[in-house]
Structure formats: C-alpha cells, structure tokens
C-alpha cells in the first residue's frame, strides 16, 4: 500500500501522466474561482456605474467644510475629501467616467484596427504595405508619449482623451486582424466556396469575416484595462476631464497634497483602478486560453 501511495507525494521525478494530470485538475477549481471573482466585480461595477445612486445619496460634487478629510467610518464609507466630499460616492461616480472613456478608446481602436487590418489582408501588396507601416509609425511612440501628442493638439477633455487612446491601440487590433484575414483567406473552405460559385460578397460575410473577429473579443478585453489605466494616467496629469469631476485620475490627482494626512482620498481609486485593470487582464486571458482550445 505504501508503494502504491508513493507517487502521489510530489510533482517530480519518475509519476506517470495521470499523476501530473490529477495534479494540474487540482488548480483549476481556483483559476475558475479567478474568473468568476473578476467577472463578478466587472459587473458590480458597471452596475454601480449606472445606477450609483442605488448605493449612495451623497453627492459626488457637494462639499462640506465641516466634514473635510473624515477617516472612513459608517456615515462615509471611504471617508471625505478635503472639501468635505464623500469618496465612496466619488469612487462610484467616478467608474461611470473611467468606464465610458476606457470603453470609447477601445471602441476606437477596434473600429478602426479591424477596417485596416481587412484592408491590409484582403487588398493589393502596396496597400497592405503602405498600412503595416503606418502600424510600425504608430507602434514607435510608447502608447501614453503617442497620448499626450493627440492631446496636445486636440485639446484636454473626456471625447478628446478617448480618442488619444484609442489611436494608440489601433495597431494591436490591426495587426490581429490581418494576420487572421491572411490566414482565413487562403483556407481550403474558401477557396473551395470560391470554386463552387460562391459571391465575393457571400463568401467574405459568410466565411472570412466570422472567423477573422473570433480574435477581437480577446483582445479587447484585455486592451479596455489597459485603457483604463492609461486614461487614469493621463487625467491625472490633467489631460482628461477637469476638477470637480469625480473621476478616478482626477480624484489621485487631488488627494497628493493631503496624502501625508489622510490616505483614503487616494487609496480607494487606486483601488478601484487596480482592481478594475485586474479583473479585465484576467478575464482576457480567461477568453484567451479558450480561444486557444486550453484549458481555463
């Protein structure tokens, strides 16, 4: 019986598959209780994005002197501010913001990541070259750099900030894209499409343009944490939505000079912004894995 018992006791040396596949069956139960974690709090904050005055009837924009910089307690959860202003309700409002511009720049940047990158795999050579390198162009700049260029000649603002960001994304997109497009497109079911008959027309909707967005879920999901993190970053510079508004950038911008006193004006929407980026990635990955025939 102890001879029998022995192999189980470690993950090296001389086990059989089924002692390594009994192994790795033992993670899985908790990289399913990551996803259903991080799916769980994407959709309690959107939620709470749309409805926050479900969870608070603080206003987010009214102050009170009286009550500047109060530690977390039972009237304010995350405390207040220094201009008295509730930061649970800030925090709530604030991912309505943060959501919707991290949604509309990778919303930008997979509309037009996808139209070029058809372009580019279904098109001449010099049209898909004169693309790929418009995609190196951008890809050169490091993604907040090419940012705060947009921003610079646009202006600050929320539509302005979305679309800095968005840009800088649309090679990722476009990149995926073509590559499916190039791959799809010299498949044996197209050109056998092709031979019987089949519309250009017919074929691209039927055949390479369902097959070519299986991809795009996937990495959307992931860039929208990344856009996230990066529209925090640049509110925070002061490039996105201006003071009083409660976004998440805007409210770690304003807790710097009262960190020393009081830690949760600043604590709470970075943690929200940690949080949300991490919930994104691993949901990505989750899809990823999937997309991939893995394993989740």
């Known amino acids: 019986m102890t001879d029998t018992l022995r192999?189980?006791?470690?993950?090296?040396g001389s086990e059989g598959p089924a002692v390594r596949l009994r192994a790795f069956s033992n993670l899985l139960p908790r990289a399913r209780l990551t996803i259903l974690a991080a799916t769980a709090f994407i959709v309690a904050l959107v939620i709470m994005a749309a409805a926050p005055h479900l969870f608070t009837h603080y206003d987010p924009l009214a102050g009170d002197m009286l009550a500047a910089l109060k530690a977390p307690s039972a009237d304010h959860l995350f405390g207040t501010d220094r201009l008295g202003r509730d930061v649970f309700a800030r925090t709530l409002h604030g991912a309505r913001y943060?959501?919707?511009?991290?949604?509309?720049?990778?919303?930008?940047?997979?509309?037009?990541?996808?139209?070029?990158?058809?372009?580019?795999?279904?098109?001449?050579?010099?049209?898909?070259?004169?693309?790929?390198?418009?995609?190196?162009?951008?890809?050169?700049?490091?993604?907040?750099?090419l940012a705060l260029l947009v921003v610079t000649f646009l202006g600050a603002g929320m539509e302005n900030i979305a679309?800095?960001?968005?840009?800088?994304?649309?090679?990722?997109?476009?990149?995926?894209?073509?590559?499916?497009?190039?791959?799809?497109?010299?498949?044996?079911?197209?050109?056998?499409?092709?031979?019987?008959?089949?519309?250009?027309?017919?074929?691209?909707?039927?055949?390479?343009?369902?097959?070519?967005?299986?991809?795009?879920?996937v990495v959307a999901t992931v860039y929208v944490g990344t856009t996230i993190l990066a529209v925090s970053g640049l509110s925070f510079l002061g490039l996105g939505p201006q003071p009083p508004t409660p976004?998440?950038?805007?409210?770690?911008?304003?807790?710097?000079?009262?960190?020393?006193?009081?830690?949760?004006?600043?604590?709470?929407?970075?943690?929200?912004?940690?949080?949300?980026?991490?919930?994104?990635?691993?949901?990505?990955?989750?899809?990823?894995r999937r997309f991939e025939r893995r394993v989740p």
């Open 7 to 12: 192999p189980l006791a470690g993950f090296g």
């Open 98 to 145: 943060s959501l919707s511009i991290g949604l509309g720049s990778a919303a930008i940047s997979v509309v037009f990541g996808v139209l070029l990158g058809l372009l580019a795999g279904l098109r001449s050579r010099l049209l898909d070259e004169a693309i790929c390198r418009l995609f190196d162009v951008i890809s050169s700049f490091p993604g907040v750099l």
């Open 163 to 217: 679309i800095a960001v968005g840009i800088a994304g649309v090679p990722k997109f476009g990149r995926v894209v073509r590559a499916q497009t190039r791959l799809v497109r010299d498949a044996d079911y197209v050109t056998h499409a092709a031979i019987y008959g089949q519309s250009r027309f017919g074929i691209f909707a039927r055949h390479l343009l369902p097959n070519v967005l299986t991809a795009v879920p």
């Open 247 to 288: 976004e998440w950038g805007v409210m770690l911008a304003e807790s710097r000079d009262v960190l020393r006193v009081a830690w949760w004006p600043g604590v709470f929407p970075g943690a929200a912004i940690t949080l949300t980026v991490i919930s994104f990635t691993a949901l990505g990955n989750a899809l990823q």
